[in-house]
């Protein structure tokens, strides 16, 4: 590239590229998506850079008795927020709810990643997966001709794409549960850029995922994360989830980094 190019570049708008890894429940609502990570046993969330790994707080599972008092919300600014529905590459590989439903309170989960509505949605890492309804009133979408019945792959990852981002990411702890010891309220990574790329852009991922370092064989992790996260959508509690335990169906994926495994429980897309 020639120092005349390499400026153009470095001047254009910059793109940010948000990867969300794990089970998590994406709730379009007020204009921006809010990301529940659920209250699951043993697990644990991180804000990755290609510079930055930065434990994100939570509740932890189980829950009081009395339940928790107030739970702990982030929020991520920079990138310009698309009005009305983002675009959605794949569609087909989303679980996705269309129903209205208003916010979640952050006490029924581990934390809450409130973030602008993306350009483009990419679902990331499908799984084949059956879902059944057994008298629910809230439904995801179907395949064609089994309307009780979701037999398909599924995305267990979603890729938030924003086509402008001014400045950099910034991620802030806006509300967390009352302690002596209040954390720190800034957790923006020092930097977000994407190295080695060009065009230059920022590149973050939210991982949700167990402490445990030993294959999910029989998913039953991600079978526990599922149920958890029905408990955030309203006459969800009469679905049931089925994974393929087979030897000679897809096996869970195993990944690099210090916590290689994911429990293969897909994201689950909320638009009213």
Sequence with gaps: MTPKSRKQSEDSPKRLVLDLIGPFVVHFTGGMARIHAPLCLDHHGNIQTDNDDIGVYGL??????????????????????????????????????????????????HSVMEVPNPNTMVPLLPEPIWIHRNGSGAWVNADPGTPDIVSSQRARGLRFIYNDCPAQPNIKLMKQPKSPTPVKPDFTPENCDALGLNPAHYHITLRFQSNGTSPDEHHEDAYNCFQEMRTLIPEANMWRVDFDDSQTGIQPRVHGGPVPTDCGAAILVVQG
């Design 60 to 109: 932890i599972a189980p829950a009081p008795q009395a339940g928790y008092p107030e739970g702990f919300i982030y929020r991520m600014t920079g990138p310009t927020p698309k009005a009305g529905k983002c675009d959605c590459v794949t569609p087909e590989r989303l679980l996705t709810i269309t129903m209205k439903l208003s916010a979640r309170p952050a006490t029924n989960c």
